[in-house]
């Protein structure tokens, strides 16, 4: 493939534009990965993990706003594999968006799959991950989109940048582990540490001293480009003696503030500038979990080092300690998200639609099914409207591009079959219907959507993530939502614009998007095993006008079922 390089007046012409040759301008960025097996040692055992290119995390995709990225995925695992580009709005190229079943097959074993997307209107942090089975525990990476060439960040330039990526670690095979659940209808083994960039740091019962050490010189400011990675678990992450400045998240700049604690769920991705306004030291970082429900969670903390580098070799640094906050903080949570508005500038207008085409009810949560073979005779599953998602077994994309009927129906129920004390503690009709049904939108619609947790079992916070679009969180609050009060209180100035959000523990969340982007489009809860327990359901948006309002034609090596 050609590439077209401009540089100082110069045209030139070279072959592609390989890995991060982020100084120049490059129309095309070719990558390739190899996703293979690889032994690995955490926690003082060595097991096989599926890996990319032997990466964990995987290696950081870089590029620059208005790209053109081709991902060249080869699979050499036994595993059926796709790779989901988190937060990348895949305009008009649904084929390449990468959830299993919803937007394509699976790419099986020795097959090779070239993902094509352009990033347009987009700069920041993002992620990619395998979007089947449970391989996203080990097979992600971050994709960092540079601004256009001499576009500055709307803050001042960091001295230097450093992606941190945050994960989960199970010492079992984590295929076991979700496959026992399914079996048995219960919940599935917690995890055994938190990685940050793939170390834990010392764990119990393990002498490993494996852990992170990010270098920085005294007097500078740092940008750390934060994921969360983890599979199951909403993540807090600090470090000892310094304040953290958040400025994006989602890809999405938002109004500077300052913090001692990052609020970071599965899905969401945070940049931070980091000062460093101490002396020669290290100073402790630490990743702990944040669960507000009677839910079992892995509490093992992740620990990282900041290392102030100093010419002194022979002085032995002193470690600067910091606990992590507790495991219920609630509080510190709602702050978070609370302080989280849009930068609104200029140049980056929080573009919230100001009227509501499609306003949509989803009660969000968990049920009990029967099943004969488990363990209590029945299983945990998980529900939108009371609907528990069952994958069709080709891809609801092609199923409406080629219009083959039978797959799914589009009668996905824009409100609950029966209201009820959504949050009161006397909910007990828990069994749900299982179907195949999206929702379907004329293009560039405007959707209004109240994402309303249930106390079915429990309540709990659910990290909703959808593909396709940023929505803006215009609302939030505990209990059940109030038609004819909240919306009083909406924000519909400069709410955050983002692709996850946390539906707070028996509370709700109100989002909005404008449906301009023609496709299928997964909605999910990002906690892996949610997902796996039905917690998704899909928007089929249609066509509008003309080739530019189109969805491209599916490309030759697209994978076959
Ligand atoms: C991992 O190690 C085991 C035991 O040494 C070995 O049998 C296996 O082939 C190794 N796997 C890979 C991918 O290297
Ligand atoms: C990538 O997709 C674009 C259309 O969006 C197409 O023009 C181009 O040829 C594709 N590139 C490759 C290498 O398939
Ligand atoms: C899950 O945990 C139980 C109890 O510790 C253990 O017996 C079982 O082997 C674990 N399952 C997997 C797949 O690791
Ligand atoms: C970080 O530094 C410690 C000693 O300060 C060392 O033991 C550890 O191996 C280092 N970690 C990495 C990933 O290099
Ligand atoms: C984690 O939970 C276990 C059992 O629930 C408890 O024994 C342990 O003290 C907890 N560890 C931390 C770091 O909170
Ligand atoms: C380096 O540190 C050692 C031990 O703290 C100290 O004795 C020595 O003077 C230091 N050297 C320099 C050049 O600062
Ligand atoms: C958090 O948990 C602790 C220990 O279980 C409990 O004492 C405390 O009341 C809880 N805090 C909140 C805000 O629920
Ligand atoms: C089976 O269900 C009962 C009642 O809901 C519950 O108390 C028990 O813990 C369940 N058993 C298992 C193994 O989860
Ligand atoms: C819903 O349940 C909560 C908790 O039990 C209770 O406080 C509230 O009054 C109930 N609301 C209605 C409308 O019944
Ligand atoms: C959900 O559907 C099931 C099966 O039809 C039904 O028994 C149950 O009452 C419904 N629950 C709610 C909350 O609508
Ligand atoms: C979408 O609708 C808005 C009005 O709600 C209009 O301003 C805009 O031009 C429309 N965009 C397209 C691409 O049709
Ligand atoms: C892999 O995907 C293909 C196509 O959907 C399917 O037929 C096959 O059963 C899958 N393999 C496994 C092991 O799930
Ligand atoms: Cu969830």
């Not at 190899?34 to 590029?63: D, F, Q, W």
């Not at 396709?468 to 709410?495: A, E, I, Q, S, W």
Request: with cysteine; proline share 8%.
């Amino acid at each position: 493939m050609m590439g077209t390089v401009v540089l100082k007046g110069l045209v030139l012409v070279i072959l592609g534009c390989l890995l991060p040759a982020v100084l120049v301008q490059c129309r095309i960025r070719h990558y390739k990965f190899n996703v293979v097996l690889k032994n690995h040692t955490r926690l003082c055992s060595t097991k096989e993990i599926v890996t990319v290119n032997g990466k964990y995390p995987g290696p950081t995709l870089v590029a620059r706003e208005d790209d053109t990225v081709l991902v060249k995925v080869v699979n050499h695992v036994k595993y059926n594999l796709t790779i989901h580009w988190h937060g990348i709005r895949q305009i008009r190229t649904g084929w390449s968006d990468g959830p299993s079943y919803i937007t394509q097959c699976p790419i099986q074993p020795g097959q090779t799959y070239t993902y094509n997307f352009t990033l347009t209107g987009q700069r920041g942090t993002l992620w990619y991950h395998a979007h089947i089975l449970w391989l996203r525990a080990t097979v992600h990476g971050a994709i960092v989109i540079l601004p256009k060439l001499g576009v500055p960040y709307p803050f001042p330039k960091p001295h230097k940048e450093a992606v941190v990526v945050l994960g989960e670690w199970w010492k079992s095979d984590v295929e076991a582990v979700i496959n026992e659940a399914l079996k048995s209808g219960l919940a599935p083994n917690v995890s055994d540490a938190h990685t940050i960039n793939g170390f834990p740091g010392p764990v119990k019962n393990c002498n490993s001293q494996e852990l992170f050490n990010l270098s920085v010189r005294p007097g500078k400011k740092y940008m750390l480009r934060i994921v969360n990675a983890a599979l199951n678990e909403e993540l807090f992450f600090k470090i000892a003696g310094h304040q953290l400045t958040v400025v994006e998240v989602d890809a999405t700049y938002v109004k500077p503030f300052k913090t001692d604690t990052i609020v970071i769920s599965p899905g969401q991705t945070t940049n931070v500038i980091l000062e460093t306004n101490k002396f020669a030291g290290k100073y402790l970082v630490v990743v702990s979990p944040f669960m507000d429900a009677p839910i079992a969670v892995d509490n093992a903390t992740g620990l990282a080092t900041l290392h102030y580098a100093t010419s002194n070799r022979s002085t032995t640094l002193a470690t600067t300690l910091t606990a992590p906050p507790p495991i219920n903080a609630t509080q510190i949570s709602d702050s978070f998200t609370k302080s989280l508005k849009a930068l609104n500038s200029n140049k980056f207008p929080a573009l919230v639609p100001q009227t509501v085409d499609h306003s949509l009810f989803f009660t969000v949560g968990l049920g009990v099914n029967p099943c004969s073979t488990c363990v209590n005779g029945s299983r945990v599953v998980a529900a939108i409207n009371n609907v528990t998602f069952v994958m069709p077994t080709i891809s609801l994309l092609q199923a409406h591009y080629f219009n083959i009927k039978g797959v799914f129906t589009a009668d996905f129920p824009a409100n609950p079959p029966t209201p009820f004390n959504y949050t009161g503690n006397q909910v007990t009709n828990v069994a749900t219907t299982t179907g195949t049904r999206v929702y379907k939108l004329p293009y560039n619609a405007t959707v209004q959507l109240i994402l309303q947790d249930t106390a079915m079992l429990t309540p709990e916070n659910h990290p909703f993530h959808l593909h396709g679009f940023n929505f803006f969180v215009v609302g939030r609050g505990v209990g059940n939502y109030n038609p004819n009060t909240d919306p009083k209180k909406f924000n519909l100035v400069d709410p955050v614009e983002r692709n996850t959000i946390g539906v707070p523990s028996g509370g709700w969340t109100a989002i909005r998007f404008r449906a301009d982007n023609p496709g299928v489009w997964f909605l999910h809860c990002h906690l892996e095993i949610h997902t796996t327990w039905g917690l998704k359901m899909a928007f089929l948006v249609d066509n509008g006008k003309g080739p530019n309002q189109s969805i491209i034609p599916p490309p030759t090596d697209f994978p076959k079922c």
